[in-house]
């Protein structure tokens, strides 16, 4: 017996080591043997965490009116699929809200049908959409990287181009916009109004993705200095200027003392003079004639005339979003007139009935964009000045920005190096 089993047992130790050696030495040679099972952990995957080995990848960008059957088809996807992912999947992404000119990438198995696709709504989400026996989708972020910067400039011709110069990327200038809406019109910029602007720059990657947050700016139009802060601590985000008031303004909620609103915002009512239906599209406020009617927020006359249907009428160019109109008057204010600058509550004009009307009311009108809205249904901003609770943190933090923002700005390189390049003496004529 001791005889025959000490080979057996000399044969199982050399297996056991054999098995511990092959199974060290396993990373490195599972090509050479199909057998051998993949190890999760050896594979390789790509940006969007999907398995490179065993796919070809095809990348294209939505082109217009082409649907999610039409990206997959040609990869002889199952149709059925394709339903069950439209239909079935819809709470995590809408296939029908694919996007002209964003970009997807279909992996392919070796005999070429599709397996997975991935679809960048942006660049910083992706959709993962399995095409498998069980399809399904997911949603996956991407995280973004926040660098802080800083530009200066004096504006030659807008805020667009001289960001544009330093390569910058413009969406910056309509962020600028929103920030100083109530204080800057930023249409009507002059020539040598001045900035310096600390803000965030947002990345994938190295792949720039968007403009951040404003955290600090200073702006000088027509030789006033104006100052933004970006304040943010719990229910907090806000832009203050540098005594703590909220650069946001809010609106009057109506443009008189009322009696009654006679008649909503519609885009549908029965005319009572012109006996037929059309759209309304403004808030009528009944009251005495005479009652003076107010501006709802500070802004820039741009017509005080009379209209036939109008009557006696004022409209006001808050800023680049909102406009607003007041008709039927039976005066208008003396010295209301295009190009009056008007402040929030300052009498513009008094109640009448002038024009298209039965009574004397204001018949108020709200432009928002470009278009004409309900006032009593938009979210018109409303705020106060920074909380008690929060001004030594904000003071601390605008004094750290003023360091910075209160240095004498410079055109920028760019620029000086384009305006000597533009002087007579530094031209060459061939
Ligand atoms: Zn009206």
Known sequence: MRDRSLPVLLLLALAAVLLVLRLLNAPATTSDDPSTPVQPTAMAVDAFGMPVEGFSVFESTVRRNETFSDLLTPFGVDYERIVTLARDHRDVFDVRRLKFGRPYRVYSDSAGVGTYMIYQPSLASYVVFDLGENPAIRREERSLDVRERTVEGIIEESLYMTLIDQDIHPALANRMADVFAWQIDFSRLQKGDAF?????????????????????????????????????????????????????????????????????????????????????????????????????????????????????????????????????????????RPGTRVKQGQVIGFVGSTGLATGPHVCYRFWKNGEQVDHRREKIPSVGPIPDAYRPAFSALRETYEVRLKKPITPSLDRRYAELLQTPTALTSP
């Open 196 to 336: 310096r602007i600390l803000f965030e720059e947002q990345y994938v990657g190295d792949e720039f993705f968007d403009i951040g947050e404003v955290l600090a700016a200073r702006f000088v139009h027509r030789g006033e200095d104006h100052y933004a802060f970006h304040f943010e601590k719990d229910d907090v985000d806000e832009h203050y200027d540098e005594n703590g008031q909220s650069l946001r303004k809010a609106f009057l909620i109506a443009p008189v003392e009322y009696k009654r609103i006679s008649s909503g915002f519609t885009q549908r009512r029965y005319h009572p003079v012109q006996k037929r239906y059309k759209a309304h599209l403004g808030t009528d406020y009944a009251a005495n004639t005479g009652t003076p009617i107010l501006a709802t927020g500070d802004g820039t006359v741009t017509e005080a005339r009379y209209g036939q249907y109008n009557g006696n009428y004022v409209k006001i160019r808050h800023n680049g979003t909102y406009t607003t109109q007041y008709l039927h008057m039976s005066k208008i204010k003396s010295g209301i």
